[in-house]
T-cell receptor, first 115, second 113 residues
Framework: KAGVTQTPRYLIKTRGQQVTLSCSPISGHRSVSWYQQTPGQGLQFLFEYFSETQRNKGNFPGRFSGRQFSNSRSEMNVSTLELGDSALYLC??????????????FGPGTRLTVL | GDSVTQMEGPVTLSEEAFLTINCTYTATGYPSLFWYVQYPGEGLQLLLKATKADDKGSNKGFEATYRKETTSFHLEKGSVQVSDSAVYFCALYRGGGSEKLVFGKGTKLTVNP
């Protein structure tokens, strides 16, 4: 069974540009969450999508957005990039939503460097 | 809001040494608690979990017990190996219609032969 895949694995952009990252969840998983990982702030929750709807959003500016497609694949977009957006962006998928915990499986991440 | 505090690293041990990484949490209700591990260049892998008070999670020689009275979930291993070198994250999940995990800042462990 294929794991969570993220593309691209590495990106270099300059300030002011925008970027789109892609995440393909494990087959059958309907929930996709995004996290930003930086040395200073650690792992911070960006947002979660389930059945093409954003269910929860972390404390990030509106420059960070996302969407989910009918096949559960998800993209996140960052507009007007800032130096502080340099980070590892991790995507995680889980089988179903609900009140009980469903194990989340993480992809390898996309390393974004903003120059 | 919910938060997780874990001991700052880095932690450096010799092979076969005893490992403890402290983790405490703040959350309303009864969260589930987890330890994730991140090897260099990889994403996070679930190491172990506990979903209610006094539960003990265990995997690959690692253990952690959910202590509600002290709001703690400390990770322990009796004898570490070089292959355990990684970054360890404590996390909580409170549910409520979201898959959001709240993570501690991570503890980097290096095990020397």
């Amino acid at each position: 069974k294929a794991g969570v895949t993220q593309t691209p694995r590495y990106l270099i952009k300059t300030r002011g540009q925008q970027v789109t990252l892609s995440c393909s969840p494990i087959s059958g998983h309907r929930s996709v969450s995004w996290y930003q990982q930086t040395p200073g702030q650690g792992l911070q929750f960006l947002f979660e999508y389930f059945s093409e709807t954003q269910r929860n959003k972390g404390n990030f500016p509106g420059r960070f957005s996302g969407r989910q497609f009918s096949n559960s694949r998800s993209e996140m977009n960052v507009s007007t990039l800032e130096l502080g957006d340099s980070a590892l962006y991790l995507c995680a998928s889980s089988l179903v939503s609900g009140g009980h915990y469903n194990e989340q499986f993480f992809g390898p991440g996309t390393r974004l460097t903003v120059l | 809001g919910d938060s997780v505090t874990q001991m700052e690293g880095p932690v450096t041990l010799s092979e076969e040494a005893f490992l403890t990484i402290n983790c405490t949490y703040t959350a309303t209700g009864y969260p589930s608690l987890f330890w994730y591990v991140q090897y260099p260049g990889e994403g996070l892998q679930l190491l172990l979990k506990a979903t209610k008070a006094d539960d003990k999670g265990s995997n690959k020689g690692f253990e952690a017990t959910y202590r509600k009275e002290t709001t703690s979930f400390h990770l322990e291993k009796g004898s570490v190996q070089v292959s355990d070198s990684a970054v360890y994250f404590c996390a909580l999940y409170r549910g409520g219609g979201s898959e959001k995990l709240v993570f501690g800042k991570g503890t980097k462990l290096t095990v020397n032969p």
